[in-house]
């Protein structure tokens, strides 16, 4: 499949969708008209019915031709403008500029002809019954329709009743003429803004103020174009949304990010500047004589662009026209835009002036001409590519050497070997100072790290200084390269890694052979091989843990206190990071589970590592489900009182009722050293006669135990 | 278990997995003492798993980034969202 029909088969797929999304009855009713069956069949086989009909030339044709000629001409509009999808609003409004006032009528008889559907948001699947219910839910200025190109292409050729044109053929002999790289420089400018910190949008796709606040005070962005036939207000902007509209920087996971290799930059010019065209076809946040607009309505700027377009393509060969011929027809049938333009219609054609000579003719989607009465304008290169089909006439010849490289690491580019390919690589690893007949870069660790981010090497980067420089690279800046790139190989951060632990080495020895780890982070633990699904055949699984979930109690202590083991499948690598500071592994039993063991010295190192004892403490809660062993803590803790070693000896009382009164009673009492236990004392060697004594008092006879034999 | 059985290619080796993580791995056991050196960076650091491999506590990736970023180093970053190639 080549890369149209890939196209043309996303769009199946959307028309698909969409009819998925229709009521039995409404899909019945769109189907009598589009494929007129002869048979009852059942939906699905409707809808393959309609999809494969899409794609037939001969049955789309009598279809167009049962169009009303508003309907035709909506078709005919996104059939030469080469869009598949537009906004009802917008639509409606170009129709009114080609005379016709029907308003929703056509938009609302192409859908019900099957010839068109409607765009439905990626949330909801509620069917729909009627296409005027999914209008207001949507609302007409942002409801979008979509036709498969296969079928707006049938419509290119319809009469568009466009107003006679008040041209002028002109003999030029000298234009001016754009390089088309001015709007690819300032959407790289954006890529290099987006790149330092993705931004966020607002539900309607705008910038919140303190970005916007970034763009507006950029200076580069807001810098004087190369070949200035008109000031801009707020370049920014267009710039900011042509980025998004060519995929230089995209919306990914919710952020608005800089995509690493846009396909934009691996274009030729002629190609890129047709993308870049195309982008101002859904521009919505900006005006060419206000500037940035921050409604969250879509604006005008589509309805009004589209008409002069279409003007300018009807030109006769050798003919130009004037800015006010093209915007008088337009203010007169456009329905909002003489009331945004407050009804001075001379600010229509400064409007217009504006769009062609500050985007148009950068971008060569026009010629423009300065004549004694004013500008003159036909369509340029890019503009007959896009609008008559033309095939892009080849790049000249490129200059290889365009780029003076300074020993400070700033650098010269002069424009006329830029292609998009070297602005897209220059961009990743260098910032862009200024705009000019000759631009300026400059390179410091921060760029050339994100160049290293953004899937370049240092030989790539060295390489590609050296092919287009016009002297030697200076060795400061080859030093510095190298400085920054060898910095960079030192650490390594794994964002979100998957970890395979292994009961044994020689498993993750034998996974590391086999290519299944990529690095080896301890003995039994390794980084499986990125970028690929895990292969499940290779492994048998004995655990599965997320990491950022909470730590589970996963070892069990034995009746000593201080050995215990590993319930594996509930551990986690952050106790591995545990054990590694405070335990001695045992050795390990074959089929049994991992055993460590706590030692003073295992412990001694832990707390010189930072891991004290409250922490032991709520470690072995956490870990083990129980307090601390007084075993683990007696070593933890050792004791500040020490040990006394006495020779006392053992009365035995045989009773605990006549323990409790020796030790209550005063005279024997005093004479007590301490009790061992509920019938026992100890005593002094040289008390025991006064304890007899005592004894003697109250009854109690003193009987020696007989003395072992030795 | 039996290691003999695990190291025959085409056997299917027993293992745990750990989905997720986010470590730093250094060149040398000094350049990881010289990190855990700095406070900010240290109390980001849930352990280490080896001397020159630091483990960091969950969600704290972009802090962990901003602190070697601010002390100098240009980490080579892998798998982080947004990236498509490192």
């Known amino acids: 499949m080549n ?27 769109v189907m009598q008209i589009f494929l007129k069956p002869r048979n009852q069949w059942p939906p699905e086989e409707l809808i393959d019915r309609g999809l494969s009909t899409l794609t037939n030339a001969a049955i789309i044709d009598r279809r167009l031709k049962e169009l009303s ?82 079928v707006t292409r049938r419509a290119t050729e319809t009469e568009l009743g466009l107003p006679e044109l008040k041209t002028r053929k002109l003999d030029v002999k000298s234009r001016p003429i754009s390089d088309g790289l001015e709007w690819l420089l300032r959407t790289a400018a954006v890529w290099v803004h987006v790149a330092a910190a993705p931004l966020r949008l607002t539900q309607y796709g705008q910038l919140f103020k303190r970005d916007l606040q970034k763009f507006q005070t950029d200076e580069l962005l807001a810098s004087p174009f190369a070949e200035q036939l008109t000031p801009l207000p707020d370049p920014w902007s267009p710039a900011f949304e042509l980025a998004q509209s060519v995929g230089i920087v995209a919306m990914r996971d919710g952020e608005l990010r800089a995509d690493s290799q846009p396909a934009v930059w691996a274009a ?89 000579l500050g985007i148009g003719f950068p971008l060569k989607l026009v010629d423009a001409v300065q004549e004694s009465d004013g500008w003159f304008y036909r369509l340029g290169d890019t503009g007959r590519q896009l609008l008559l089909g033309e095939v892009a006439r080849p790049a000249d010849v490129e200059l290889m050497q365009t780029l003076i490289v300074q020993p400070n690491g700033e650098m010269v580019i002069f424009r006329l070997g830029l292609t998009p390919e070297i602005i897209g690589r220059l961009t990743r690893f260098a910032n862009w100072k200024t705009f000019g007949s000759a631009c300026t870069m400059e390179m410091n660790a921060e760029s050339v790290y994100r160049g290293l981010e953004n899937a370049l090497t240092q030989t790539d980067i060295q390489r590609l200084l050296e092919q287009h ?59 499986a091989a990125t970028g690929e699904e895990i292969d499940y055949k290779h492994f048998r699984l004995i655990g599965n843990r997320d990491y950022e979930a909470r730590p589970q109690k996963c070892l069990s202590f034995d009746e000593n206190g201080v050995t215990f083991s590993i319930d594996t499948a509930q551990s986690d690598l ?40 409250s922490e032991l403490e709520q470690w072995a809660i956490d870990r083990s489900g129980d307090s601390l062993s007084a075993a683990a803590r007696l070593i933890a803790r050792g004791s500040s009182m020490p040990a006394l070693c006495a020779k006392l000896l053992v009365v035995r009382f045989g009773s605990e009722a006549v323990t409790d009164g020796v030790l209550q009673y005063p005279p024997t009492a005093e004479l007590i050293a301490d009790r061992l236990g509920p019938d026992a004392v100890v005593i002094d060697e040289d008390r025991i006669d006064a304890l007899t004594d005592a004894l003697a008092a109250v009854g109690i006879t003193m009987q020696q135990e007989a003395s072992p034999v030795h | 278990m039996d290691a003999t059985f695990s190291r025959n290619p085409g056997t299917r080796l027993q293992v745990k997995l750990h989905r997720r993580v986010c470590l730093v791995l250094t060149d040398d056991a000094v350049l990881a003492e010289e990190l855990l050196a700095r406070k900010k960076l240290a109390a980001d650091v849930a352990g280490r798993l080896t001397d020159r491999v630091l483990l960091i506590r969950p969600g704290r990736v972009e802090s962990v980034l901003d602190e070697l970023r601010k002390a100098g180093h240009t980490p080579q970053v892998v798998g982080r969202t947004g990236n498509k190639t490192e």
Do not use: C
């Open chain 1, 268 to 356: 030729p010019l002629s190609t890129a500047l047709s993308d870049l065209a195309k982008g101002l076809f859904d521009l919505r946040n900006w005006d060419p004589l206000t500037g940035q607009t921050s409604s969250d309505d879509p604006g005008l700027f589509p309805s009004i662009f589209v008409p002069i377009l279409l003007m300018l393509r009807s030109l006769p060969e050798g003919h130009w026209i004037p800015a006010d011929s093209l915007a008088e027809p337009v203010y007169a049938r456009h329905p909002a835009w003489s009331s945004m333009l407050k009804r001075k219609p001379e600010q229509a054609t400064a409007w217009v002036e504006k769009l062609l």
């Open chain 1, 69 to 150: 000629p508003a309907a035709q001409k909506i078709m005919a509009v996104l059939g030469i403008t080469g869009q598949p999808t537009g906004r009802v609003g917008h639509l409606i409004a170009i129709l009114a500029t080609l005379g016709h006032a029907e308003g929703l009528t056509p938009v609302l008889e192409l859908l019900n002809s099957g010839l068109a559907q409607p765009v439905f948001p990626a949330e909801g699947d509620a069917p729909i019954t009627e296409f005027e219910q999914w209008l207001s839910l949507g609302a007409i200025d942002r409801a979008r329709i979509f036709a498969h190109p296969a």
């Open chain 1, 3 to 29: 890369e149209s029909e890939a196209t043309a088969d996303v769009w199946l797929t959307q028309a698909r969708a969409a009819f998925e999304r229709y009521s039995e009855p409404l899909l019945r009713q």
């Open chain 1, 574 to 613: 952050v106790l591995e990071a545990e054990l590694v500071q405070i335990a001695e592994p045992l050795p390990v039993v074959p089929g049994g589970a991992r055993r460590f063991r706590l030692t003073p010295e295992s412990l001694k190192a832990g707390q010189q590592r930072g891991f004290n004892i």
């Open chain 1, 469 to 527: 420089s016009t002297r030697a690279l200076p060795a400061t800046v080859i030093d510095s390269l190298q400085r920054w790139s060898s910095k960079r190989e030192r650490i390594t951060l794994w964002a979100s890694a998957t970890l395979f632990e292994f009961t044994a080495a020689e498993d993750l020895d034998s996974a590391f052979s086999r290519g299944l780890v990529s690095v080896k982070v301890t003995d039994r633990i390794g980084i």
